[in-house]
């Protein structure tokens, strides 16, 4: 491994997928994992396959079907969990376990209740049997960034004895300052032995907005591997965000003097991605990828950036495929035209039946909005590739509201040649069409979010809604766009109930399948 080289380690299916509404099923976990391989990263943390049946799965396919990336998978220092984990990544061409065990005073005299030698020797125990699964084995002593730094060196010399290859310091609850985190890396590389090639790797939680500051301070002090999520999605505040110690590492090479695999310019469309999929919306000021991290607003901004690009940027937009506000197309833009600036966005593996509702969905567009721009086209694509199979789609809404009159919805739904009809009263005219959808579906849901942005600018502007919905024990969410807001609502709320249908069906279909 160069010394200029930082490995990217990512981790959004795993500790990305772990935070509350974040989670993933199989196809979607498969999706983002195929960006994620696009994006060139190293490795792909791709889940917990102890934790349920359902990441078992996810990992195996990923370990089947993607290729490139390591392919990673998490264990607890337990036998089982270890054995599990190297089930789920045997189909993989390269496949590494990272096995952890905590370290801190409070984890290992509360949680644990261990000795520190017991949690030394678990791990030791554990490297060396993740050893007969694979050569590539990772070793984290979680919440490093609490642990006393001798016991921290400890256990880590030990996994290096037993076979470890990557060491991985979690500031697990995102406690450390960038100085403090910076010296442990710096001590613990200076520990080593020198005869080894192992590769130390941070992995910093954010909860005091440090995660990005300190993965940086763990690689000026020798980590040549970083931990991360894209979009910073993960456990509390979020893990270290890719595309922010990504672009670190890229716009001030001067400075860090490493590098990194990752192809930049997909960098705006994975987070687009990820977002959708898990409906967790990125703030318009979050950097690299926010919705108004390269908008200039203020004239004297704009007046710069017009006389000389570098006053006010300090990376181009393009660096990481971002498109704005780019004017694409219009109505008189054929199914050709369309299909090829799809696939120069990235979307060139839509299925004919995929692109001909995406193209119908245009046409609406174009004769409702003056203008469409890519921003546009991703947001009906996205919908489009994350509606659920067989499922219920909308043919029919008619809304009725006003001051003096209580509002009214009737919808009409159709799945392959079955058409349903309903209407319903409601507070609103989106909370009508949400109760007369589920009329005609056969749902009832409990309403858990719901969140509308504008995707471009203008009066016209194309609406997306995400909303996720509940009931029972199972939640999904769904996305709809539209310049009508009543018909973006009832368009995310029905592609939510298709996707609780069928966590309904499934869960209903293994508890029969567990029938004496
Ligand atoms: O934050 C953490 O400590 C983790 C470990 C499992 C690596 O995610
Ligand atoms: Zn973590």
Avoid at 68 to 97: F, H, M, S, T
Avoid at 291 to 318: C, S, V
Avoid at 450 to 473: F, M, P, S, W
Wanted: glycine share 8%; charged share 25%.
């Amino acid at each position: 491994m160069s010394q200029d080289r930082v490995i990217i380690f990512d981790t959004t299916l795993r500790d990305g997928e772990q935070s509350p509404g974040c989670s993933m099923n199989q196809d979607e976990k498969l999706k983002v994992a195929r960006q994620l391989a696009r994006l060139g990263v190293d490795v792909i943390e791709a889940g917990f396959p102890i934790s349920s049946p359902g990441d078992f799965e996810s990992v195996k396919r990923v370990a089947t079907e993607i290729e490139g990336p390591v392919i990673c998978g998490l264990a607890r220092a337990l036998e089982k969990d270890i054995r599990r984990a190297g089930e789920a990544l045997a189909p993989a061409k390269r496949r590494r376990i990272h096995t952890f065990i905590a370290t801190s005073d409070v984890h290992v005299e509360k949680k644990l209740r261990m000795s520190r030698e017991q949690v030394i020797q678990a791990a030791v125990r554990s490297v060396q049997l993740a050893k007969t699964f694979t050569d590539d084995v990772e070793f984290s002593p979680e919440d490093a960034g609490r642990t006393g730094i001798d016991y921290m060196i400890e256990i880590c010399l030990a996994a290096v004895e037993a076979g470890a290859t990557t060491l991985n310091i979690p500031d697990t609850v995102g406690y450390c300052s960038a100085q403090q985190y910076g010296e442990r890396i710096a001590q613990l590389a200076a520990a080593l032995p020198k005869d080894k090639a192992i590769i130390i790797s941070t992995h910093c939680h954010n909860d005091l907005g440090m995660a990005v500051a300190n993965s940086l301070a763990g690689v000026v002090n020798g980590a040549r591997q970083v931990e991360c999520t894209i979009n910073g999605i993960g456990e509390r505040a979020g893990n270290c965000s890719l595309e922010e110690v990504v672009m670190n590492l890229k716009v001030r090479h001067d400075y860090y003097r490493v590098g990194t695999s990752i192809n930049t310019r997909e960098i705006y469309r994975t987070s687009r991605l990820v977002s959708q999929i898990t409906g967790s919306v990125v703030q318009p000021n979050k950097a690299i990828v926010g919705a108004n991290a390269f908008a200039h607003e203020a004239g004297i901004h704009q007046d710069g950036i017009l006389k000389e690009r570098t006053t006010y940027e300090i990376m181009r937009p393009d660096d990481v495929g971002w498109v704005g506000e780019h004017l694409v197309m219009g109505k008189h833009s054929g199914r050709h035209a369309f299909a090829t600036r799809l696939a120069a966005l990235g979307f060139d593996n839509l299925s004919d039946e995929q692109l001909n509702r995406a193209f119908d969905q245009f046409k609406v567009l174009c004769d409702r909005k003056k203008e469409v721009y890519d921003d546009d086209l991703y947001a009906i694509v996205e919908v489009e590739l994350t509606q659920a199979p067989s499922a219920f789609t909308l043919e029919f809404l008619e809304a009725e509201t006003g001051t003096d009159r209580t509002p009214h919805c009737r919808v009409r739904v159709k799945k392959d040649s079955e058409e349903r009809a309903a209407e319903a009263t409601g507070d609103g005219p989106v909370d009508a069409a949400y109760k007369a959808i589920e009329r005609a579906v056969g749902i009832e849901t409990r309403l858990v979010d719901y969140h509308i942005e504008a995707v471009t600018g203008g009066q016209d502007a194309l609406g997306r809604v995400n909303v996720t919905i509940a009931a029972g024990d199972k939640t999904a969410k769904g996305t709809g766009a539209s310049t009508d807001v009543v018909i973006a609502s009832a368009l995310a709320f029905l592609n939510a109930a298709n996707r609780l249908r069928l966590l309904q069906e499934a869960a209903n279909g293994a508890a029969k399948g567990n029938e004496p």
